[in-house]
Every structure is written in C-alpha cells, then in structure tokens.
T-cell receptor, first 111, second 112 residues
Framework: GEDVEQSLFLSVREGDSSVINCTYTDSSSTYLYWYKQEPGAGLQLLTYIFSNMDMKQDQRLTVLLNKKDKHLSLRIADTQTGDSAIYFCAESPYNTDKLIFGTGTRLQVFP | KAGVTQTPRYLIKTRGQQVTLSCSPISGHRSVSWYQQTPGQGLQFLFEYFSETQRNKGNFPGRFSGRQFSNSRSEMNVSTLELGDSALYLC???????????FGPGTRLTVT
C-alpha cells in the first residue's frame, strides 16, 4: 500500500537543531524528497535522496535514510525563524513520476 | 530560468460549473503533474503528462481531466463542480531525468 506518515507538529528554539521524521511503505521507491511549504505558497523542493544512499548533506540540511526500516529524517542545523513552515516528505515509486506525500510536519521556531 | 507558472492564482466558482486551470512548466521540462491539496486529504496526485500523453492517473472521478500541449503547457479541467473540489491545485514540472519536481504557486479554487 501507499502510505507516508509524519508527526504533525515540532517546536524548537532558534539556534537549535530540528529533526523531522517520516516513515514510508513502498520499498520500490527510488527517490525520497523533502519539500517546504510556507503559508499561501506552493511547495519548495529542499532536497532529495536516492534510495541506495544512507545520508545526504546540503548546507544546513542533512537527510538520513534507513531503507530497512523505511524511515527518512530531515535535520535542520541552526534552525532560524525563517524555517517555520510545513515540511512534507514524499516518495516516488519505481518507474513513475507520481509523488506520494506525507501529512506534513508543522515546524514552529521560537526565539 | 523562470519557474513553474499557474493561472489563475485564485478562482471562485459555483456548484455545477466547470473550471479550467493552466500550468506552464519550466522551459525544457516535458513532464507535468497535478496535485490537489486540501486540509482534510492533504496532497493527492491527480495525473501526470509527458509529451502530450497521460502516463499516470490518481484516484479521482472522471470529472477531473487534463491534457498537455505540444509546448508542454498543461491544463486541467473539473466539470460539474462540487463544494468538496475547493482546494489548492498544484502543478509540478520535471526535466529529462524526472528526478526533481518543481512546483508552481498553485491555483486556489473556491466552490460556493
């Protein structure tokens, strides 16, 4: 089945690290993505990881993939108020451009 | 390079009417996908087009249809609108590798 799960809320202090978690079910997924959505806006592609990788780092963002447990996480270092948004993980099943999205995690950063 | 553009940005329609939404992909991108976003159902895949052919379709009724033109621009149409069709409709385009999908700002449709 197709199901991607995320926790709904995360609140962190400015300057701390944020870790957003996601579990997915389709083991055939070739790519896994993280998108950011700010109020009233579309989705901004933050980063993605190929399914044969364990980790990918891109400036303040670190993606960890545990394929055995079908668990994906996004770590944001030195979280800023501008990082406050909803974060979606998504999987892309094999041989398709279709994205299956999680429910989204609302990240709130307080001073 | 210009991003994905969607028109119109906002739309108000009445139940029973039909609506057409437009999406222009990033220059050079040939794949266009459509998604519906609602508070209750989240982000759901509608359909995907590549080189004017529908490659994938989500679980939506036949009232939802789309097409893609030779210049890769895409339109989606919803006929006989229902209140539940009120949503943010997002379009995404991807290039040759189909690895990175870039989204437009969306069209917010309100059905009254």
């Amino acid at each position: 089945g197709e199901d991607v799960e995320q926790s709904l809320f995360l609140s962190v202090r400015e300057g701390d690290s944020s870790v957003i978690n996601c579990t997915y079910t389709d083991s055939s997924s070739t790519y896994l993505y993280w998108y950011k959505q700010e109020p009233g806006a579309g989705l901004q592609l933050l980063t993605y990881i190929f399914s044969n990788m364990d980790m990918k780092q891109d400036q303040r963002l670190t993606v960890l993939l545990n394929k055995k447990d079908k668990h994906l996480s996004l770590r944001i270092a030195d979280t800023q108020t501008g990082d406050s948004a909803i974060y979606f993980c998504a999987e892309s099943p094999y041989n398709t451009d279709k994205l299956i999205f999680g429910t989204g995690t609302r990240l709130q950063v307080f001073p | 390079k210009a991003g994905v553009t969607q028109t119109p940005r906002y739309l108000i329609k009445t139940r029973g009417q039909q609506v057409t939404l437009s999406c222009s992909p990033i220059s050079g991108h040939r794949s266009v996908s459509w998604y519906q976003q609602t508070p209750g159902q989240g982000l759901q895949f509608l359909f995907e087009y590549f080189s004017e052919t529908q490659r994938n379709k989500g679980n939506f009724p036949g009232r939802f249809s789309g097409r893609q033109f030779s210049n890769s621009r895409s339109e989606m149409n919803v006929s006989t609108l229902e209140l539940g069709d009120s949503a943010l409709y997002l379009c995404a385009s991807s290039g040759r590798e189909n690895t990175e999908q870039y989204f437009g700002p969306g069209t917010r449709l309100t059905v009254t």
